[in-house]
Nanobody
Framework: EQELVESGGGSVQAGGSLRLSCAIS????????LGWFRQAPGEEREAVAA???????TYADSVKGRFTISQDNARKTLYLQMNSLKPEDTAMYYC??????????????????????????WGQGTQVTVSS
């Protein structure tokens, strides 16, 4: 059974950095798409970044140039390096993975950011708080 477990969240001051990790187990698809999402209190969950099995990436405009998504296939871990953090980045951050038949990879390769319905497996989230 697929399991995704996030870690690395915390509290930082504006301008600081954090690196989120997502350990993935039981997920053995050779062609796939993984993503990071976030949800602030009272807000809908929004897509932040995505990466596929060919290391193609895409980002939300709000994080371009500040966040970097990457993966370590050997360790089966997804990362999100977050630099120049802003108070508006404060949210619960979730990692997600798609399943065969999902349009996520097609969307990513078309330069579009896959959205919540395009992913099937989710972690429990890790909190990021950025103070001004």
């Amino acid at each position: 059974e697929q399991e995704l477990v996030e870690s690395g969240g915390g509290s930082v001051q504006a301008g600081g950095s954090l690196r989120l990790s997502c350990a993935i187990s039981g997920y053995t698809y050779s062609n796939y798409c993984l993503g990071w999402f976030r949800q602030a209190p009272g807000e809908e969950r929004e897509a932040v970044a995505a990466i596929d099995s060919d290391d193609t990436t895409t980002y939300a405009d709000s994080v371009k140039g500040r966040f970097t998504i990457s993966q370590d296939n050997a360790r089966k871990t997804l990362y999100l390096q977050m630099n120049s953090l802003k108070p508006e980045d404060t949210a619960m951050y979730y990692c997600a993975a798609d399943s065969p038949g999902s349009p996520a990879s097609l969307l990513l390769r078309a330069g579009r950011l896959p959205l919540e319905p395009d992913f099937n497996y989710w972690g429990q989230g890790t909190q990021v708080t950025v103070s001004s």
